[in-house]
């Protein structure tokens, strides 16, 4: 029975190796045990040729007091040697002193600026984020996207976003001054190492636009847009996946790379033309109910627990009870579709009537996640992993009709 | 003590031909050991050895199969004032139980072990013969059962890679 690998966590002592690694190509850890063995040698040095002439030196400790104070070319001057021996080894402990100083300030403004470049390029990487939202691909209107996913992603803040497209160095950096924290990282749609840079594996979400920049057409935007959903596939299985197209044709292509949700924007907005000319007013009404700002729109929220196995017409009458809301329909199988799916797995197989089994492992197979149902009727009974689709009650403000 | 257990031996489907065979019965009830559980106890554990089988006096047990996955889900309750008994099968053969049985009440057995079920067989050969063939019947049921089982499996596996082709 083949088991599914379980995603290590994204543990500290892994974190810190990473730290370790930047650290020694750096040639850090070197340089801090030529800087100890020197503290040590010269200091002990020191205070062994003075001791008995200066009372600045009185224990060895004074002497390591003494070689810090120097090698870091702070200089304090509250102990000195007064020897001349004692004064020559000083004078070489000093010309130590400045070149390491100077060599260490270099390396850490280097390293300091080679981070900025990388992140500026969209070279990073993103090891130490776990649940993150990945958003692959660019559009012209990126900044109204991301500011709007923001908004709709209580708790999602932008340094949990990660953009991966090539739209280039000066359209990004915009975008990142805009939303502090929000990375980029430079590369194609379909290229598997960007996947791996973004640490994709241990992402929440991705987002796999249509990506129009570069004169592509349709068929080959809708065609990058599957490959990236099957190199997803490949490295991040357990990952919610929403992928736009333009053409239909690409539809069955995304559901065999296992896209979790399939969004053809073209389609609703000739939808949107189409119902506006047929009835007037009902775009109006569409775009209200999709606007989910200032706690308006149609949202998805989660059903108390003793409501699963009772029927939506009791659901409904309780949500207009608590809140005067409506509530329209609901959400079946809603999370993770893998997890889902083998919790699913696992409650079939627990019959001794084969049948009923056979049956069973067939409804796991045809599970649809967050499958909508629209209004089903007082009778229909409410599965376990449900979500309410709530249409929260007009208010004065958004409600011309009353004044 | 005996004139009870003679009273469910009588009472239980795997005896039922032995109406005539009155002196085999009072036998096979001296052969009988008597045997309790209490609530939750586990009375057979699937996968282990067993050599006994099981008529139940009192009570209510659960038989119990586990998934692949480890999880328990029950396959029958059986109870005393049905007739109930299990393990059956270990009359026949030595080999490992197919599901557990966990009593569902405090519980009262009469328990017929391979050996004496035997030898009493051989005491009185025409009632060995006639509860062997029942036992059978009951296999054959089971088999036929597993038979049909098989031809589902196969039909949903055919037509599973069917759609694949």
Not at chain 1, 330 to 357: D, M, S, Y
Not at chain 1, 375 to 402: C, F, M, Q, W
Request: glycine share 8%; net charge negative.
């Amino acid at each position: 029975m083949p088991r599914p690998a379980r995603r290590p966590p994204s543990s500290f002592s892994e974190r810190l190796h990473h730290v370790w690694h930047a650290l020694q190509t750096e040639h850090v850890p070197a340089m801090v045990l030529y800087f100890l063995v020197t503290l040590v040698v010269s200091g002990g040095l020191v205070y062994y040729i003075e001791r008995s002439r200066n009372e600045g030196f009185r224990s060895l400790e004074d002497g390591f007091w003494w070689a810090l104070v120097t090698l870091t070319t702070i200089g304090y001057g509250d102990r000195y040697p007064i020897t001349t021996t004692g004064r020559l080894v000083a004078g070489v402990v000093v010309l130590f002193g400045m070149g390491m100083v100077g060599v260490a300030t270099a390396k850490i403004a280097s390293i300091l600026v080679e981070r900025r470049i990388k992140e500026g390029r969209g070279l990073s990487e993103t090891h130490d984020l776990t649940g993150h939202f990945v958003i692959m691909g660019w559009k012209p209107d990126m900044h109204l996207l991301v500011k709007e996913v923001l908004a709709a992603h209580p708790g999602l803040n932008a340094e949990h976003l990660v953009l991966i497209n090539s739209a280039g160095e000066e359209a990004n950096d915009g975008l990142r001054g805009q939303f502090e924290g929000l990375r980029y990282l430079h590369g194609e749609l379909t290229d598997p190492l960007v996947l791996q840079r973004a640490n994709i594996a241990r992402a929440a979400k991705v987002f796999v636009l249509a990506d129009a920049t570069g004169g592509r057409s349709d068929q080959e935007i809708d065609a990058r847009t599957v490959m990236a959903l099957m190199n997803i596939e490949n490295l991040a299985p357990g990952v919610y996946t929403y992928a736009e197209v333009l053409d239909r044709q690409y539809v069955d292509y995304l559901r065999l790379a296992h896209c979790d949700e399939i969004i053809l924007s073209r389609e609703y907005g000739r939808f949107m033309l189409v119902s506006a000319s047929a009835s007037a007013g009902i775009s109006q009404a569409l775009l209200e109910l999709m606007d989910i700002s200032d706690g308006g729109g149609l949202t998805g929220e989660a059903i108390p627990a003793e409501f699963a196995g009772r029927t939506f017409g009791e659901l409904a009458a309780r949500v207009k009870a608590e809140s005067g809301r409506l509530l329209i329909g609901l959400l079946e199988n809603t999370g993770q579709p893998l997890t889902i799916k083998r919790k699913a797995l696992r409650e079939a197989q627990k019959t001794a009537n084969v049948g009923v089994l056979v049956e069973n492992l067939r409804r796991v197979k045809e599970l649809v996640a967050n499958r909508p149902v629209l209004n089903p009727g007082d009778e229909y009974v409410i599965g376990t992993h449900a979500r309410a689709l709530v249409l929260p009650r007009g208010t004065p403000a958004t409600s011309e009709a009353k004044r | 003590m005996n004139r009870e257990r003679r009273r469910l031996l009588d009472a239980c489907p795997l005896f039922q031909d032995l109406a005539g065979e009155s002196a085999a019965l009072d036998d096979l009830a001296l052969s009988c050991e008597n045997q309790r559980a209490a609530a939750g106890a586990m009375v057979i554990t699937e996968g282990t050895e067993g050599d006994a089988m099981y008529v139940i006096c009192a009570g209510r047990v659960r038989v119990e199969k586990h998934t692949l996955y480890d999880d328990a889900y029950t396959v029958t309750v059986l109870a005393g004032s049905e007739g109930g008994f299990f393990g059956e099968l270990a009359l026949l053969d030595r080999e490992r139980r197919s599901a557990s049985v966990v009593a569902e009440s405090d519980c009262e057995f009469v328990v017929v072990s391979r050996e004496r079920f035997q030898a009493w067989g051989d005491r009185h050969p025409a009632a060995g013969l006639l509860t062997t063939r029942r036992i059978a019947q009951h296999l054959a049921g089971r088999l036929r059962r597993a038979n049909a089982d098989i031809i589902t499996l196969f039909s949903a596996l055919v037509e599973e890679l069917e759609q694949r082709l």
